[in-house]
């Protein structure tokens, strides 16, 4: 599940981009709770601690639609307890936003798919 860029309209003259590039700058922990990028990261380590969702506003494409997807890097730290000791680890994971625009100008962060295959391999 590797960040890549998608097939879609040039993205240079789309009066949407700022609205959709501040919305991205907004991410935060609840968004990852409501899409369900949270339980990726949860698994881990015991205590996952997020410190940026970097969405990258260069790497905005226009889908079909109303639809958008954009590249970004998730940084956070992961914690483990080792015989009472805390070890702590800084990682940085490629993630895909996708979402849509509402007819009201409304920006919706629909997904959050982040790659762990580092931690899989």
């Known amino acids: 599940m590797r960040a890549r860029k998608a097939a879609g309209r040039p993205r240079d003259n ?5 609205a959709i590039s501040q919305r991205l700058a ?9 899409t369900g990028a949270w ?6 380590s015991q ?3 997020v410190e940026l969702l970097d969405a990258d506003p260069r790497s905005i494409v226009m889908l079909p639609g109303s639809d958008f997807e954009a590249a970004g890097t998730a940084h956070v730290t992961l914690n483990f307890d080792d015989k009472g000791d805390t070890v702590r680890m800084p990682e940085s994971l490629p993630m895909t ?3 849509h625009l509402e007819t009201d100008g409304e920006v919706v962060v629909q997904s959050i798919e982040l790659d762990t295959s580092a931690f899989h391999a």
Request: glycine content about 4%; overall charge negative; charged content about 30%.
């Open 14 to 18: 789309d009066a949407s981009l700022p």
């Open 26 to 34: 907004e991410l935060s922990h609840s968004d990852l709770e409501t």
């Open 39 to 44: 339980s990726v990261l949860d698994q881990l």
């Open 47 to 49: 205590r996952t601690e």
């Open 97 to 99: 936003i996708r979402g």
